[in-house]
């Protein structure tokens, strides 16, 4: 082709963004099926211009929780897992942790006493051994453990235990015109330290539970620092209410794995138009675990029931994924 | 010129974005003059790529109180004289209230009485009022209150009473790749039923005082009902605070008007970095009104002083806007 016109060719397709490239599966690591359709046709339906199921790019909210349903969350959460290497790097300093649970179970690496304390107890572990720092300095520490950490069973970076399926879709949908939140159980500012480069997703755009902070004067610089009080649990209840809060828009897509989730899909499902609700079913214990309805961890009874009944989209880790991991190719 | 041609330069404008209307004053109701000037350098210093101040667009985030800063502010908070009108409307369901204050000196219409009740008085009539709707019911009642009250003075409908240089500014910011939120003691959720449309501000980018909420089912249809209770009040330190919870990023600049704006310039200020601290100094009471150190509403005290020894950028409303409102051309 002339060079002229071969400029011109190279304007248009990038103006009119009609290259090859938009003819790839934007979703290699899921089997094609019936819910590798769901999830595309729902996104082709909201997306299509002059659709009576239309949906303006700034309603296009999809919202996700994190443990199970973006990275895996066995055998415990792993902001859990920090906490305890945390518990045991601090515990010199709170001799009466010795003698009061969860943190008794901590010390003793009793992990499953420490999963029977329920979320409030394991966020009271967590929340306790976050406080005292700075915002910045807790982030150094996390971004520390998430560099050094290895997980018991994969030998690797919790980072790399995120699902490649979930990071290709999360991709796919801003592509597609969506604003993907995080809307999880784990703590805001934990979350934050890897959200950006693991998912893509801003730390404006991560909600999660808190502990209360307070503003200071050091030395005339101003500090947030963390201190040791719950402020929100952002599970069950708490995660439309949060949504509401953060957000202000009921979301079009909302992911979960858990009895955690159920009114987070509940509240997106009652919005009016075309809606997804998905969760996630740990049902591959080979390349990830396998559990549900008697698990403490990533519990899933009732929603199970209720997107049965309602006809939500059930994902089979085992059949629907043809990849977990990206390291395990 | 050659049709062809035409068009190729009008695509080639189009690419470039070189038209003339590039030239044009971004800022035409801001006279010129070294407010302005250092409002515009400071803009064109963080967005200069290659220069040793370079802000990324993802960390250009400003932070905008909104009442006395983007609307005027008196005889009376404006959500404060809708509270007013709701305690009015909503009297005969609530006895009580004839001997309670701050109530009793609301359906007296003494606005002094009221004003000295301070900040969490006034939050706790506007939120008492604001209780037992849902929160689509309750934006609902904002927006008919927005269409149909008037302002006592200019006899026109509040949103009217935005300042035209704060709409210029948020605009010119958001072209410059900033995201701009509104940071306000006023409630959340009244804030957004008028924030988009007047301000250009979405409802995920407006950070506001709450009440608690209830998650409920009714008749099988999950409703997020508004509880007459305080939750946050975002004020003073609580504004760095919401801001580090909501955004997890600290502003490069900040615009406020009174003390409850100080510890949210000072978190701004305490960045690396070029950053801007702006406070909107009231001082034309022909066009709008004149208070600083002894008003209750607006009270700017502290703030001015800080300001003044640290060199933020204060603005004369009288001296550095040509006009204040749009509809006074």
Known sequence: MHPIRKGIFVVLVAILGCGPLQQSDPLPSW??????????????????????????????????????????????????????????????????WKERQPFKAALEGDLEAVAESGVKGILELVMATHAGDTSEEFQHVVREWLTNARHPRF???????????????????????????????????????????VYGVPPEQVIGSSIRTAFEMRDGVPVIVRLPQLEFI???????????????????????????????????AAGEGERLMVLVHHTDRDREWAYDRQSHIGHLDKALDEATLKGWTIVDMKEDWNRVYSFAE
Chains 1, 2 share one sequence.
């Open 31 to 96: 089997n094609d099926g019936p819910i590798k359709s769901s999830i595309m046709e729902f996104v082709a339906t909201v997306t299509r211009e002059g659709s009576e199921h239309y949906v303006p790019t700034a309603e296009r909210i999809a919202v996700f929780d994190n443990d199970g349903t973006l990275w895996s969350e066995q055998p415990a959460y792993f902001q859990l897992l920090f906490a305890l290497d945390r518990v045991r790097a601090l515990a010199p300093e709170h001799p009466e």
């Open 155 to 197: 030998k690797r970076p919790y980072t790399d235990l995120v699902f490649a399926p979930m990071q290709e879709l999360l991709t796919y949908l801003r592509a597609n015109g969506f604003t993907t939140y995080i809307v999880s159980g784990g703590g805001t500012d934990f979350l934050r330290t890897f959200s950006d480069e």
């Open 234 to 268: 952002n599970d069950k209840e708490g995660k439309p209410l949060a949504i509401q809060k953060h957000i202000g828009r009921r979301p079009v897509a909302a992911f979960g794995n858990s009895d955690g989730d159920l009114q987070m899909l509940q509240w997106t």
